[in-house]
């Protein structure tokens, strides 16, 4: 089991940047990939990006590439995520989710609003 707090939302214009935190307590195995979900309004939830333990090579979704990047702290079990250049579609509640390296399991955060007005 890990527990996942996320915190740094807000509200932000047009082409201003954010910086979420995911701060991960428990077993350090289940948080082998950190990652970030979003969910806009009548939409379901999407991949925003994930990195591994090692932080080499995180993926993200093409909808954010060169915008966004993810980072971790393993000292800290802390993932972030940079958010640059934010637009109006990237209105969302963003969740961090981490699983284990062999599971299919996502554990959960509460969430955090970012809102972005045009």
């Known amino acids: 089991q890990v527990q996942l707090v996320e915190s740094g939302g807000g509200l932000v214009q047009a082409g201003g940047s954010l910086r979420l935190s995911c701060a991960a307590s428990g077993r350090t195995d289940s948080s082998y990939f950190m990652g970030w979900f979003r969910q806009a309004p009548g939409k379901e939830r999407e991949f925003v990006g994930v990195?591994?333990?090692?932080?080499?090579?995180?993926v993200y979704a093409d909808s954010v590439k060169g915008r966004f990047i993810i980072s971790r702290e393993n000292a800290k079990n802390t993932v972030y995520l940079q958010m640059n250049s934010l637009k109006a579609e990237d209105t969302a509640v963003y969740s961090c989710g981490a699983r284990a390296v062999s599971s299919t399991l996502w554990f959960w955060g509460q969430g955090t609003q970012v809102t972005v007005s045009s």
């Open positions: 990195i591994s333990r090692s932080g080499d090579r995180p």
